[in-house]
């Protein structure tokens, strides 16, 4: 590893740590030193698909933190044991990549949040469609005041088994479908872009059909 390059350790070896890894490889400024994950066949397996033979492999992630040729830590762990090693690598000076979600509740992402502040280190969420075109145009769109109010619809679905032992998806769905309004930011009705579009729901169907006004 050159003076240039900063050291990455990887903690969890699911899909995704690979993707990681090969990102890191790509990138002249890092260099992947460190793998951890419970199972050490499964780290070294990880090691051995991506061509890290100096790597260093352990089976308790705060061994990885702890150690100083790590800079920056990637979370790519099972979603419960994100915020535990958020807040370990930031204590220890690292810069953290953590994979959604940072918590499970708002409670672990406060803590999470003042571990990184605190330390000054710099973070970053594995949320790769922040840079997506399509919700930036998205983004764009909701910030104007010619499309009226908008609709975000909201569905669970239940796994209702009959005697065939089937799973009834489709009726399920249908039967626990729901629509919510919620009006955009800033949003009024406004003609100046055209006719507005005032999306309409039928309280006569269980399946809020949707529309135009």
Excluded at 7 to 18: E, F, H, N, P
Excluded at 156 to 170: E, F, P, R, Y
Excluded at 171 to 185: D, F, H, M
Aim: contains cysteine; aromatic residues 4%.
């Amino acid at each position: 590893m050159s003076a240039e390059q900063l050291g990455v350790g990887v903690i969890g070896m699911s899909w995704v740590a690979g993707e990681h890894i090969k990102s890191y490889q790509l990138n002249p400024h890092t260099n992947v030193v460190a793998l951890a994950g419970a199972d050490a066949k499964r780290v070294s397996a990880v090691a051995a698909a991506h061509s890290l033979t100096s790597v260093k492999e352990y089976t308790r992630w705060q061994d990885l933190v702890d150690d100083p040729a790590v800079a920056i830590v990637s979370i790519c762990s099972t979603n419960e044991a994100h915020v535990a090693q958020a807040v370990a690598a930031a204590n220890a000076g690292k810069h953290v990549l953590i994979e959604k979600p940072v918590s499970l509740d708002l409670s672990g992402f406060r803590q999470v949040e003042a571990a990184i502040v605190a330390s000054g280190v710099k973070s970053q969420v594995g949320f790769e469609l922040h840079w997506s075109p399509y919700f930036q145009s998205v983004h764009k769109i909701s910030t104007l005041t010619c499309l009226g109010a908008s609709i975000t619809p909201s569905a669970t679905t239940s796994l209702a088994t009959g005697s065939s032992g089937t799973a009834d998806i489709t009726g399920s769905r249908a039967r626990n479908a729901e629509v919510r309004r919620s009006p955009l930011r800033g949003a009024t009705q406004s003609t100046h872009c055209g006719n507005s579009f005032a999306p309409r729901l039928s309280k006569s169907s269980r399946t809020a059909p949707i529309t135009p006004a």
